[in-house]
């Protein structure tokens, strides 16, 4: 009887780390699905910040004609959100403002201008302000004209 009992407990004890391996391996998606859902609820919110921060920053510019344009697109690989800001008003294209929030919730902010880009800054959507955003548009004004040289 007790080899049996031995090679019952083995079992019940051998399927127990099964289990246990395959709810640690799981974890890290799990942790990972989480923070997802964490960025997509707070993407709402995000976007009314941006708008709000190009509406307050065009309306100081309606008097030069050049306002700034918000586009959204959704859903890349590597991204939740990406969000373009270009300054309207002027002959050809210039540089656009890049901003791309992957599932942690990072912020990925990138000036493009032809085939050259350049990171402004990466920062948390949780914690991120309505002048943030606006000096991240002053910048995309500053790259369309920008301090002349002495």
């Given at each position: 009887m007790d080899s049996d009992r031995n090679r019952?407990?083995?079992?019940?004890?051998?399927?127990?780390?099964?289990?246990?391996?395959?709810?640690?391996?799981?974890?890290?998606?799990?942790?990972r699905r989480e923070a997802r859902e964490r960025v997509i609820a707070e993407m709402p919110s995000l976007e009314t910040k941006l708008a709000g921060a190009v509406d307050e920053l065009n309306d100081q510019l309606s008097p030069s004609g050049l306002p700034v344009k918000f586009e959204t697109r959704r859903h890349t690989p590597s991204a939740e959100a990406v969000y373009t800001c270009s300054l309207m008003g002027r002959e050809g294209p210039g540089p656009v403002l890049v901003l791309s929030v992957d599932f942690t919730g990072r912020l990925n902010s990138v000036l493009r201008a032809g085939d050259h880009s350049s990171r402004l800054q990466t920062t948390d959507i949780f914690s991120l302000k309505r002048e943030d955003l606006i000096d991240l548009l002053v910048a995309l004004l500053e790259a369309h004209y920008p301090p002349a040289r002495s």
């Amino acid at each position: 009887m007790d080899s049996d009992r031995n090679r019952r407990i083995a079992r019940v004890l051998a399927e127990r780390e099964r289990e246990r391996a395959v709810t640690q391996a799981s974890q890290p998606d799990r942790e990972r699905r989480e923070a997802r859902e964490r960025v997509i609820a707070e993407m709402p919110s995000l976007e009314t910040k941006l708008a709000g921060a190009v509406d307050e920053l065009n309306d100081q510019l309606s008097p030069s004609g050049l306002p700034v344009k918000f586009e959204t697109r959704r859903h890349t690989p590597s991204a939740e959100a990406v969000y373009t800001c270009s300054l309207m008003g002027r002959e050809g294209p210039g540089p656009v403002l890049v901003l791309s929030v992957d599932f942690t919730g990072r912020l990925n902010s990138v000036l493009r201008a032809g085939d050259h880009s350049s990171r402004l800054q990466t920062t948390d959507i949780f914690s991120l302000k309505r002048e943030d955003l606006i000096d991240l548009l002053v910048a995309l004004l500053e790259a369309h004209y920008p301090p002349a040289r002495s």
